[in-house]
């Protein structure tokens, strides 16, 4: 089956800093990647969907200036979250589609902690 | 009333039992509808993928999708303690470009 890679898989930083995490697709090429978060017993919450070499379309209330998505090649996506706060600790999880399938592959998932 | 529907549970069975776990939507368009198995911590995993109605089969796993009663489920047989873990429905519409959208998930526990 088609593997989505996340990194880092755990990340604590402080108030006011940057994180960078990247979402890989390992055996396939990734045209479409998305963004999700999940908060503990709620399921999965689309924050944007990128296309390899455009701009990313983020979804209503998801600031585009504070999550900054990155997808520069087939087979990478990159989340920067920027100026983090506490209320950004959460679960990100990536998900990645080829050209032409309906099926999302998630990664693993980024907890991120934010002191 | 959200697009789609999931019983939240949690759904506790002893090991060997039959499981049923179901999804209703209402926007009649939705063509393509899968279903996720996420254990705790970790990222949804793709279980079944099926295109407009009728059923699927993959070893002890059957997805059924009844489009006139916008009703899909899930079987599982021979439940094991190692399938506990939280089903997504997920679906979406026609064109290439179109997001899924997710159910809320149902909690699943097998009792050894």
């Known amino acids: 089956g088609a593997v989505v890679s996340q990194h880092p898989s755990w990340v604590i930083c402080k108030s006011g800093t940057s994180v960078k995490i990247e979402c890989r697709s390992l055996?396939?090429?990734?045209?479409?990647m998305f963004w999700y978060r999940q908060f503990p017993k709620q399921s999965l919450m689309l924050m944007a969907t990128?296309?390899?070499?455009?701009?990313?379309?983020?979804e209503q209330g998801v600031e585009k200036d504070k999550f900054l998505i990155n997808h520069a090649s087939l087979t990478l996506s990159t989340l920067t979250v920027t100026s983090a706060h506490p209320e950004d600790s959460s679960f990100y999880i990536c998900?990645?589609?080829?050209?032409?399938?309906?099926?999302?592959?998630f990664g693993p998932g980024t907890r991120l902690t934010v002191t | 009333q959200k697009e789609v529907e999931q019983d939240p549970g949690p759904l506790s069975v002893p090991e060997g039992a039959i499981v049923s776990l179901n999804c209703t939507y209402s926007?009649?368009?939705?063509?393509?509808f899968m279903w996720y198995r996420q254990y705790s911590r970790k990222g949804p995993e793709l279980l079944m993928y099926?295109?407009?109605?009728g059923n699927k089969e993959d070893g002890r796993f059957t997805a059924q999708v009844d489009k006139s009663s916008k009703y899909i489920s899930l079987f599982i047989r021979d439940s094991q303690p190692s399938d506990s873990a939280t089903y997504l429905c997920?679906?979406?519409?026609?064109?290439?470009?179109?997001?899924?959208?997710f159910g809320t998930g149902t909690l699943l526990a097998v009792q050894p």
């Open positions: 998900s990645a589609r080829g050209g032409g399938a309906r099926e999302q592959y």
């Open positions: 055996d396939f090429q990734a045209t479409t």
């Open positions: 990128s296309n390899e070499g455009s701009k990313a379309t983020y």
């Open positions: 926007n009649s368009a939705f063509q393509y």
């Open positions: 099926t295109y407009s109605s």
């Open positions: 997920a679906m979406s519409l026609a064109g290439a470009t179109n997001k899924l959208i």
